[in-house]
């Protein structure tokens, strides 16, 4: 089968750093998201790893090991408007061209002043 | 561009009731996916198309039914609907890169 699994919250105060981890167990794998979703709201699209390693946009920056099935994800300079959940998801193998993603069950971020 | 759209925002039905919630998007995307999202969880993939007049099912299906006559415009049906699908319901679409465009929701309720 196929499982996510991520901390279900974190709190951090105002301008610190937080890391969001993520573990995944699929039966193959194409890629990990990250999307936010703020409460009430539709979730939007943050980043897309396919490779090993760090991509940053702006204070956010993803993070993944195929090898060791793991991703993360860290916001800088944490801001209030960060308060909200973040869900990692996998597209796996076997969804072909259908960009099918697995979704985790969200790590809701509460940011503090 | 509206991106995508969703009608209606809240509903209530009674147990056994049907209705089909709307989603419609303008940004001649190909691929379009249903959710639902129970309280405090992630997303569960209901339906998918790839294409107008492609469907499939996703991870929970049950209880629930698609069409895709167009490009822009994939309903969901409910049928005889009961408890267990009170949830909010999202629409989402992709041109086929890694992104997914969220609709803004409907909230379902049903007693």
């Known amino acids: 089968g196929q499982s996510l699994e991520q901390p279900s919250e974190v709190t951090a105060v105002e301008g610190a750093i937080v890391q969001i981890n993520c573990t995944y167990q699929?039966?193959?794998?194409?890629?990990l998201s990250w999307y936010q979703q703020h409460d009430g709201g539709a979730p939007t699209f943050l980043s897309y790893n396919a490779l090993d390693g760090l991509e940053e946009t702006g204070r956010f920056s993803s993070f993944l090991s195929r090898s060791d099935s793991y991703g993360y994800l860290l916001l800088q300079e944490l801001q209030m408007k960060d308060s909200a959940s973040y869900f990692c998801a996998v597209r796996v193998v076997g969804s072909g061209n259908t960009g099918k993603l697995i979704f985790g069950q969200g790590t809701t971020l509460q940011v503090k002043p | 561009n509206a991106g995508v759209t969703q009608t209606p925002k809240f509903r209530i039905l009674k147990i056994g009731q049907s209705m089909t919630l709307q989603c419609a998007q303008d940004m001649n995307h190909n691929y379009m996916y249903w959710y639902r999202q129970d309280p405090g969880m992630g997303l569960k993939l209901i339906y998918y198309?790839?294409?107008?007049?492609?469907?499939d099912k996703g991870e929970v299906p049950n209880g629930y039914n698609v069409s895709r006559s167009t490009t822009e415009d994939f309903p969901l049906r409910l049928e005889l609907a009961a408890p267990s699908q009170t949830s909010v319901y999202f629409c989402?679409?992709?041109?086929?890169?890694?992104?997914?465009?969220f609709g803004p929701g409907t909230r379902l309720t049903v007693l």
């Open positions: 699929t039966s193959g794998f194409y890629g």
């Open positions: 198309s790839v294409g107008a007049g492609i469907t």
């Open positions: 989402a679409s992709s041109s086929g890169s890694n992104e997914q465009f």
